[in-house]
Antibody, heavy 117, light 111 residues
Framework: EVQLVESGGGLVQPGGSLRLSCAAS????????MNWVRQAPGKGLEWVSY????????YYADAVKGRFTISRDDAKNSLYLRMDSLRVEDTAVYYC??????????WGQGTLVTVSS | QSALTQPPSASGSPGQSVTISCTGT?????????VSWYQQHPGKAPKLIVY???KRPSGVPDRFSGSKSGNAASLTVSGLRAEDEADYFC???????????FGTGTKVTVL
C-alpha cells in the first residue's frame, strides 16, 4: 500500500523559511515522479513543484519559482520542499503526491503551513 | 495557466446521478487524454477516483465514470450515496512545465 507521510509544517513569520519532508513507503520510491501540491484554506488545489526520478527534471509553479526548492533522497525514501522568503499567501496545506499513471496523483495526508506575523 | 472551470455545486437525491463538468482549453484538457478526478471529504486529502479520462483505480466503484469531448471533461456519479457528498476536483496535464492544472472544484450534495 502506498503511504506518504508529510511533516515539517507549522507557523512561520513572513520572510521566514521552512522545510517540509515526505516519508514514502509501500512502493519503489526511486522509480517514481513526485510532486508537492498545496491547498489554501477553503480554496482549490494548486500544483507547486515536480521532480523526476534521479532528479533529472525539476519544475516549479511561477508563484514559487526562485523561493522554493524541491529535492529527494532515494536512499531515505524521502521527498523535501525547502521554502524560503515565505509570504502570507503561501499559507496552505501542503500535500506530497506520487505519480500514479497518466499524470494522475496519489496523495499524502498533508501538513499545514501558516505564514503570519 | 488558468484553473479549469467547474460548477461550484451539484446535487442529487440518493440513487440518482449527478454529472460534473470540467472545461479547459486545447492546451490542457483538449490537448491530452490525461484528465483525472479527485474526491475530497472535509479535512481529508484528495483521493484519486478517475485517471486518463475514464479509468478507475483499484477499489473505486464503477458508479464513478469519466469522459471527455474536445476541451471539456465530465465526471458522472451514478447511484448517489450519502458518502459521495464531497468536493470533486478535475485535473489535466498541460505540458512538462505545467504538469497539473486543477479545476476550481465542485461541491456535491446528496439531498
Amino acid at each position: 500500500e502506498v503511504q506518504l507521510v508529510e511533516s515539517g509544517g507549522g507557523l512561520v513569520q513572513p520572510g521566514g523559511s521552512l522545510r517540509l519532508s515526505c516519508a514514502a513507503s509501500g512502493f519503489f520510491f526511486s522509480g517514481y515522479e513526485m510532486n508537492w501540491v498545496r491547498q489554501a484554506p477553503g480554496k482549490g488545489l494548486e500544483w507547486v513543484s515536480y521532480i523526476s526520478p534521479s532528479s533529472n527534471a525539476i519544475y516549479y509553479a511561477d508563484a514559487v519559482k526562485g523561493r522554493f526548492t524541491i529535492s529527494r533522497d532515494d536512499a531515505k525514501n524521502s521527498l523535501y520542499l525547502r521554502m524560503d522568503s515565505l509570504r502570507v499567501e503561501d499559507t496552505a496545506v501542503y500535500y506530497c503526491a506520487r505519480d500514479h499513471s497518466g499524470w494522475s496523483l496519489l496523495w499524502g495526508q498533508g501538513t499545514l503551513v501558516t505564514v503570519s506575523s | 495557466q488558468s484553473a479549469l472551470t467547474q460548477p461550484p455545486s451539484a446535487s442529487g437525491s440518493p440513487g440518482q446521478s449527478v454529472t460534473i463538468s470540467c472545461t479547459g482549453t486545447s492546451s490542457d484538457v483538449g490537448g491530452y487524454n490525461y484528465v483525472s478526478w479527485y474526491q475530497q471529504h472535509p479535512g481529508k486529502a484528495p483521493k484519486l477516483i478517475v485517471y486518463e479520462v475514464n479509468k478507475r483505480p483499484s477499489g473505486v466503484p464503477d458508479r464513478f465514470s469519466g469522459s471527455k469531448s474536445g476541451n471539456a471533461a465530465s465526471l458522472t456519479v451514478s447511484g448517489l450515496r450519502a458518502e459521495d457528498e464531497a468536493d470533486y476536483f478535475c485535473s489535466s496535464h498541460a505540458g512538462r512545465n505545467n504538469p497539473y492544472v486543477f479545476g476550481t472544484g465542485t461541491k456535491v450534495t446528496v439531498l
